[in-house]
């Protein structure tokens, strides 16, 4: 069983920052891409940035220049640095990564966390 657990929401004012981290744990025996993902109420859920393992980064162009991912490979964990924030990045952001485990050390698993609100407001 592999477990995603983020923390580091929470309520802040427009212009402030965060720091969202996600980390891996259980019978993994590598990670690929890993991402951050958010669903505002009433609408779909959207990729916000994704890394792979060599540290190559995607970001949706909404939050271009303001987030920044990265990982640490030793501790199976993925961050998102969040800054300038705005109201309309009020969400509930999830973390997901391409896992391969020690069960199925050919065959990767799409695998998320629980999600961790953010709300943006004054």
């Known amino acids: 069983q592999v477990q995603l657990v983020e923390s580091g929401g929470g309520l802040v004012q427009p212009g402030g920052s965060l720091r969202l981290s996600c980390a891996a744990s259980?019978?993994?025996?590598?990670?690929?891409?890993m991402g951050w993902y958010r669903q505002a109420p009433g609408k779909q859920r959207e990729l916000v940035a994704t890394?792979?393992?060599?540290?190559?980064?995607n970001y949706v162009e909404s939050v271009k220049g303001r987030f920044t991912i990265s990982r640490d490979n030793a501790k199976n964990t993925v961050y998102l640095q969040m800054n300038s924030l705005k109201p309309e990045d009020t969400a509930v952001y999830y973390c997901?990564?391409?896992?391969?485990?020690?069960?199925?050390?050919?065959?990767?698993?799409?695998?998320w966390g629980q999600g961790t609100q953010v709300t943006v407001s004054s």
């Open positions: 997901a990564a391409n896992i391969f485990t020690i069960k199925t050390p050919f065959k990767q698993e799409l695998c």
């Open positions: 259980g019978m993994i025996f590598s990670i690929n891409d």
């Open positions: 890394i792979t393992s060599g540290g190559s980064t």
